[in-house]
Structures are given as structure tokens and as C-alpha cells.
T-cell receptor, first 116, second 113 residues
């Protein structure tokens, strides 16, 4: 079964450093998403991406965040200057259509980001 | 504000027993509702998905119901197994948006032998 692959599985970084989280969505999917989950809290939407541009972003997704699809297969989330409160599990997801009804809205296993 | 609320927050049951988890949502307009299972430290895995016109959907021992009029859903787990121990999350998609999912806080289920 096709999977969304995320790397690394765990990243530790110092406050103020830049991090790039990487995702390889399912190959025939057209919509890409980042979500995050702070420990003990609910999963929160960050951003959706379609046709090489952001289609929606949440208030969490401020100027410190950016997304990119650099080579047609990878989908990355960059945090420019990490803060302690950025520590969370970051999930990438992809879907074939916007309102994917038959499975297809698939999450990766996540990257646990720890900012120290 | 579009919200998804779940109850109970946590639940402990004995192996082999059944249980029902509840979800209320205020998302409008509404497109579909999903139930996900999330193991600790892992990504959510889809169990069921229903549109507003569907009342029930089954996936093995999981049966989800939906009442779009009262904006309520439930997930019934039959003959629980130890491997069912996880967080069960109700997730709603609004109509006409960009595919953004709105998550509930989840119900943590622990199945004991």
C-alpha cells in the first residue's frame, strides 16, 4: 500500500536554528498538507499546498514557516528560527483530491521535533 | 467557530468487551467525517469516512454512525483486542475548503487483558 514517507523521524535542534522537515507524498497525489501535534494536544492544521502554491494556511503558519516542493517528489516544511514552542510532532499528509472520499488522505509517521 | 469535541477523554475496557466513542461537531458547511486511529508516536490511520448522506459505515470490528442533523457521530468497537489500545480521533472536513481536516482531541482507549 502506498505510503507517505517522512524524514527524519526525530530531530533535535537548538533554539534559533533553522530546520527542514522532509516528506515524500504518494506519487499520484496532488494535494499536500502539514499538520502538527504538540505533546498531549490535538492535531492542528498548518498549511495545504496545491499546484505549487499554498492554498490555505492557519494562524500558526507565520513568517517563520515556509513550504516548498523543490523537485516534484519531495515536500518540505522549513522553520527559519526555531522556538521552544515549536517542539511537536509534525505530520505530512497527501490526498489525490481535495475532498478525498475513498481513503487516500494519508498521513506519514511524523517527525518529532525537539527544540532545546 | 468550527470545532470537534469528543467524549470520553479516556476509556479503559477489558479485552473482548465492546465500547462506543462519541463525537460532536460544529463544522458548517460539512463535507465528510472520518475516524482515525493513532498509536502513540505514529501518524493517524483512517478507519472510516462518511459523507453527510451516510448514516453508518463499518470496517471490520469498527462501526461508525453519523447524524448530520444533530451533528453527532459515534464509533463502536466490537470484541475489543489489546491492539485496539490507541487514541481514536474524530476528524471533520468542511465543504468547499482546501482539504483541511479539523481534528478532535481524541479518546484514549486502553484495552486490558
Amino acid at each position: 500500500e502506498p505510503e507517505v514517507t517522512q524524514t527524519p523521524s526525530h530531530q533535535v535542534t537548538q533554539m534559533g536554528q533553522e530546520v527542514i522537515l522532509r516528506c515524500v507524498p504518494i506519487s499520484n497525489h496532488l494535494y499536500f498538507y502539514w499538520y502538527r501535534q504538540i505533546l498531549g494536544q490535538k492535531v492542528e492544521f498548518l498549511v495545504s499546498f496545491y499546484n505549487n502554491e499554498i492554498s490555505e494556511k492557519s494562524e500558526i503558519f507565520d513568517d517563520q514557516f515556509s513550504v516548498e516542493r523543490p523537485d516534484g517528489s519531495n515536500f518540505t516544511l522549513k522553520i527559519r528560527s526555531t522556538k521552544l514552542e515549536d517542539s511537536a510532532m509534525y505530520f505530512c499528509a497527501s490526498s489525490e483530491t481535495r475532498q478525498q472520499m475513498v481513503g487516500g488522505y494519508t498521513f506519514g509517521s511524523g517527525t518529532r521535533l525537539t527544540v532545546v | 467557530k468550527n470545532q470537534v469535541e469528543q467524549s470520553p477523554q479516556s476509556l479503559i475496557i477489558l479485552e473482548g468487551k465492546n465500547c462506543t466513542l462519541q463525537c460532536n461537531y460544529t463544522v458548517s458547511p460539512f463535507s465528510n467525517l472520518r475516524w482515525y486511529k493513532q498509536d502513540t508516536g505514529r501518524g493517524p490511520v483512517s478507519l472510516t469516512i462518511m459523507t453527510f448522506s451516510e448514516n453508518t459505515k463499518s470496517n471490520g470490528r469498527y462501526t461508525a454512525t453519523l447524524d448530520a442533523d444533530t451533528k453527532q457521530s459515534s464509533l463502536h468497537i466490537t470484541a475489543s483486542q489489546l491492539s485496539d489500545s490507541a487514541s481514536y480521533i474524530c476528524v471533520v472536513t468542511g465543504a468547499g475548503n482546501t482539504g483541511k481536516l479539523i481534528f478532535g482531541q481524541g479518546t484514549t482507549l486502553q484495552v486490558k487483558p
